[in-house]
Each structure stands twice: as C-alpha cells, then as structure tokens.
C-alpha cells in the first residue's frame, strides 16, 4: 500500500505541477480535511470505473492568499507507468477510505509528511544511479 501511495504522490504531484507543500504535511503539522488533499478531494470523471480525467480540489495552497481552493483537471495518460489517474484508481479501488481521510499516507499511516515524501524520492532517484545531491526538493 504504502508504494502505491508514494506512486501515486508522484505521479500526480508531477501531471498537476503540485508543490510539495500541496500535498504532504509538515512533520509538526496535523491533518485537516478542510485544509489539505483528503479522499474527498478527487473525482473520477466520467465515472470511476472508465475515468479519462480527474477533477482534483485543492482546498488551501501558498498560491491561494485568500484560501478559496481551486481545482485541477488532470487528464489520463493510458498505457504509461505515470499515468496519474491509474495510480489514484489503484489507491482508492482496492482501499476504499472515508472521504475525510488523508489522500496519500505514509509508512505510519498517518498523512504523508514532506520529509517522508522527500527521503523517498531521493531514495528512488538514487535507485536510477543518480547524484541526489543535484536535486534539490522544492517546497
């Protein structure tokens, strides 16, 4: 489960042009649906079981000064590894959650922090034989 999510983290957060801020937590900071990525922030169009796109609401960014939300299409890429909708649909069909939950978790099962987001991105990217010294996380 736990790659899934990290999978599903990444592909999105890359498709959408999300910062790392967008959908993981500060280590101190605690889960707050009406604040951050819940369950409840992605819908399946047309429907979920053929979905071309999702519909992703993102409730309060560092771009949003008024903390109004917006919401982002993100289209399917079929037949890719990074397809963003196949991986959500990978999280959410074989795990259903409450709407309120956390959209992504990590190894604690408690909403993904940056920091645990970060150390496995790092960890993935040295998998590939990359310095990760070069990339540094933007947040």
């Given amino acids: 489960m736990l790659n899934a ?20 937590l500060d280590n101190k900071e ?3 649906s009406s604040r951050h990525l819940s369950r409840g922030s992605v819908q399946f169009l047309p429907n979920v079981s053929s979905p071309t796109h999702v519909l992703l609401s993102i409730p309060s960014s560092k771009t949003d000064p008024f903390r109004k939300g917006v919401s982002i ?3 399917a890429a079929p037949g890719t590894s990074t397809c963003p909708v196949a991986a959500l649909r990978y999280l959410f069909e074989p795990h259903p959650a409450d709407v309120n939950s956390p959209l992504f978790v990590g190894e604690n099962g408690q909403a993904l922090t940056r920091t645990s987001f970060i150390a496995r991105m790092k960890s993935a990217i040295a998998r590939l034989g990359l310095d990760t010294s070069k990339y540094y996380p933007y947040y």
């Fill in 73 to 75: 299409v993100v289209a």
């Fill in 30 to 32: 605690k889960f707050d």
């Fill in 5 to 24: 999510n990290i999978e599903a983290a990444m592909n999105l957060s890359f498709a959408a042009f999300l910062r790392c801020g967008e959908f993981t």
